[in-house]
């Protein structure tokens, strides 16, 4: 089993900075990527970033030039760390685990874009 804890959500100004951490627990050694969605109020989730095991790295449109993701797979954690933040940002985002047995999901951290 593997559960997944995001946090590090919050208001910030729009041209602010989040991290956003995320801790893996379980059976940590079947994870094939790592990955962050969010989902806008009276959206769909959407894909953000992921990472996966051994490196390759993948972000969405949005979020090229502004947005990180950087994890280690030993120890169980992933990262998004957000720049130049828009009001269009606020979402609930959301830490993706893909491991063999299957996908995991987080409980989502509120990330509010707004002066």
């Known amino acids: 089993q593997v559960q997944v804890v995001e946090s590090g959500g919050g208001l910030v100004q729009p041209g602010g900075s989040l991290r956003l951490p995320c801790a893996v627990s379980?059976?940590?050694?079947?994870?094939?990527?790592m990955a962050w969605y969010r989902q806008a109020p009276g959206k769909l989730r959407e894909f953000v970033a992921v990472?996966?095991?051994?490196?390759?790295?993948s972000y969405t449109e949005s979020a090229k030039g502004r947005s990180t993701i950087s994890g280690d797979y030993a120890k169980g954690t992933v990262y998004l760390q957000m720049n130049s933040l828009k009001p269009e940002d606020t979402a609930v985002y959301y830490c993706?685990?893909?491991?063999?047995?299957?996908?995991?999901w987080g409980q989502g951290t509120q990330v509010t874009v707004s002066s």
């Open positions: 993706n685990i893909v491991t063999s047995r299957g996908p995991y």
């Open positions: 379980g059976s940590i050694s079947s994870i094939n990527a």
């Open positions: 990472i996966r095991s051994g490196g390759p790295r």
